[in-house]
């Protein structure tokens, strides 16, 4: 089994080596497996046709790119290369993740296909971290999306837990000990109504503009860039980009990584009030600095500015609301009061359809094994 995850704070912070806040779901995908004595892989996932990798076959293909069997092919390749031996089997898996949803179902399925592989063939010697460094390896190279590594982290340790991405190969991992059952909120994830499909563009666009910020300062990441000299430098920066969009982004960055922090820090403190007014920070920053709630290339597809709408004018002065994860489609978050729950959820499916408020829980373990 291998859980979706919640992001709770540093909204695209983690591909650029910064800190984040996240967590494990109650919604999982789980697999049920048994080796079948040959050099196929073969996983069989409900509503999805089979999928089949040979195990001596574990180059990357272009043709594959966003496929589910080519985070298979990236995923064995790795584990591989770490001197294991994996040998042909058959799963078949069902989900309850959401997909694109932004609750990270594709990290769940690499999570739980590393899983898999550590089980049968590794003696489950190969730690949770690793396992999300791999699932991370073959979104990047075989599944060709440049993502960071926080969506596979938050699956496969699962609970809550701060991230520092500071040195990718070794990033610090913390569980934040906060139980948030008690705090007499609930937390939503809504969805929007609109997907993911054709935007892997948009979410490129947001690497590639904070890499030219990092590149400005002689630097790869702006985890490398010292906001000072960042804030310093904004004219030099601007006359040389010519893309105020980039600066703005970057801007977003440094604040939106130290807030994931300064969450962390208001929860060990025990203080929910402060943690609900920066989640409300870290959502207003990246409606306008990060600019991931919708697609410039679609200006009239405004779903997830919708829903967040709704929350303000649902939630008043109360609660915390949020763009979830990748943003530009998908979901909202939002931490709505117990006793304004049932009337919230009920206003948002009457706007957006029935179901679209999914009110969810903590799950305390990442990815397992069930016996």
């Known amino acids: 089994s291998a859980p979706g995850r919640v992001e709770i704070g540093g909204n695209h912070t983690d591909h650029q080596h910064g800190c984040v806040l996240a967590a494990s779901l109650n919604l999982d ?17 409900k509503g999805y046709p089979l ?18 069997k080519a985070l298979i092919r990236g995923i064995v390749k790795k ?22 949803s932004g609750m990270s179902s594709s990290a769940a399925f690499e999570v739980l296909v590393g899983t898999i592989i550590n089980g049968l063939f590794c003696n489950n010697e ?23 590594l926080m969506d596979q982290m938050a699956s496969s340790v699962g609970a809550v837990v701060s991230i520092d991405f500071k040195d990718t190969e070794k990033p610090v991992v913390k569980k934040v000990d906060f139980d948030f059952t008690k705090t007499g909120y609930s937390l939503c994830i809504i969805d929007s109504g609109a997907d993911h499909a054709d935007l892997t563009s948009e979410y490129a666009d947001i690497t590639i503009e904070m890499r030219a910020v990092s590149n400005f300062f002689g630097k790869d990441y702006l ?12 004219s030099d920066l601007r006359a040389a980009l010519k893309n105020d969009r980039a600066v703005i982004r970057a801007l977003h960055y440094f604040n939106d990584s130290e807030r994931a922090n300064e969450e962390v820090a208001a929860l060990k403190n025990n203080d ?23 697609a410039a290339s679609m200006p009239k597809d405004q779903a997830v500015s919708l829903t967040l709408a709704l929350c303000d004018e649902f939630l008043g002065e109360r609660g915390a609301y949020r763009v979830h994860g990748g943003g530009f489609a998908g979901t909202v978050q939002a931490f709505v009061p117990n006793d304004q729950l049932a009337e919230f959820k009920a206003k948002i499916d009457a706007v957006l359809g029935e ?6 829980a903590i799950r305390p373990i990442g990815g ?3 016996k």
């Open 223 to 234: 985890r490398e860039v010292e906001k000072s000299e960042f804030m310093a430098r904004l």
């Open 126 to 148: 190969v730690d949770a971290v690793e396992i999300a460094k791999i699932g991370q390896f073959a979104e990047n190279v075989y599944f060709g999306k440049p993502s960071g």
């Open 368 to 370: 397992c094994e069930l």
């Open 355 to 360: 179901g679209m408020c999914h009110v969810l």
């Open 51 to 68: 999928d089949e990798v040979n195990i001596n076959e574990l180059e990357p293909d272009k043709a594959e790119y966003d496929k589910a």
């Open 272 to 294: 929910f009030e402060a943690f609900l007014k920066i989640i409300k920070k870290s959502g207003y920053s990246s409606y306008m600095y990060l600019q991931n709630v919708f």
């Open 79 to 100: 584990f591989t290369d770490m001197g294991y031996t994996v040998k042909g089997f058959d799963a078949y898996t069902v989900s309850n993740v959401l997909k694109g």
């Open 29 to 45: 995908v789980i697999g049920a497996v048994s080796l079948n004595g040959t050099d196929t892989i073969r996983i069989k996932s």
